[in-house]
């Protein structure tokens, strides 16, 4: 079964860091970009940044907002997706999930995990 | 980045009805552009990539249409578990951007 599966969600003060995780199974992950998108209570969904494959670098982006305190990482020995958040505001208050994109097929973020609830409050 | 807007920002529908939902991006994204229906407490599901084509699995009520600047989200015939926030998502360049929503809501 393909699956997406998040972990690592918590409560943090402001200004602190947390490091989630995503747990690949099912597929050949080493073909796919791994994704962060997050959606605060009562508002739209919002894309965080991506990681992509080996070939290309393992390049990275993130939506300018976020002002460099995310950074995304990924493990494919361990089939695994990483989100490292620093310096947290109370607006980063959110739940996270990651999905892929495959790299060399034309598609959308076509699985996503269930999520993981982050709060930020003091 | 590129900006995306959306349109209506929400609607009231009866199951049967065809709805029509727009999305406009601030530049030509040529039809890198995605449609993704929001339930409460579930997972974001992929309807629409490639600004047309239907993913595997989702019904062909759903279809998608446009490109360049304007596009189109089209449910020919709304049923009761459609009743969802829809959001389309532009991949055009490195950064990407959901539009800010469409809730679709029982009449």
């Known amino acids: 079964e393909v699956q997406l599966v998040e972990s690592g969600g918590g409560l943090v003060q402001p200004g602190g860091s947390l490091k989630i995780s995503c747990a690949a199974s099912?597929?050949?992950?080493?073909?796919?970009?791994m994704h962060w998108v997050r959606q605060a209570s009562g508002k739209g969904l919002e894309w965080v940044g991506r990681?992509?494959?080996?070939?290309?670098?393992?390049?990275?982006a993130y939506d300018e907002s976020l002002e460099g305190r995310f950074t995304i990482s990924r493990d494919d020995s361990k089939n695994m997706a990483y989100l490292q958040m620093n310096s947290l505001k109370t607006e980063d208050t959110a739940v996270y999930y990651c999905?892929?994109?495959?790299?060399?097929?034309?598609?959308?973020?076509?699985?996503w995990g269930q999520g993981t609830t982050v709060t930020v409050s003091s | 980045a590129v900006q995306m807007t959306q349109s209506p920002s929400s609607l009231s529908a009866s199951v049967g009805d065809r709805v029509t939902i727009t999305c406009r991006a601030s530049?030509?994204?040529?039809?890198?552009l995605g449609w993704y229906q929001k339930k409460p407490g579930k997972a974001p599901r992929l309807l629409i990539f490639?600004?047309?084509t239907l993913q595997s699995g989702v019904p062909p009520r759903f279809s998608g249409s446009g490109s360049g600047i304007d596009f189109t989200l089209t449910i020919s015939s709304l049923q009761p578990e459609d009743f969802a926030t829809y959001y389309c998502?532009?991949?055009?360049?490195?950064?990407?951007?959901f539009g800010p929503g469409t809730k679709v809501e029982i009449k």
């Open positions: 099912g597929f050949r992950f080493t073909d796919f970009a």
């Open positions: 998502l532009q991949d055009y360049n490195y950064l990407w951007t």
């Open positions: 999905t892929r994109r495959a790299e060399w097929e034309l598609g959308g973020m076509d699985v």
């Open positions: 530049q030509d994204i040529r039809n890198d």
């Open positions: 490639a600004g047309s």
């Open positions: 990681v992509r494959s080996k070939p290309n670098s393992y390049a990275t």
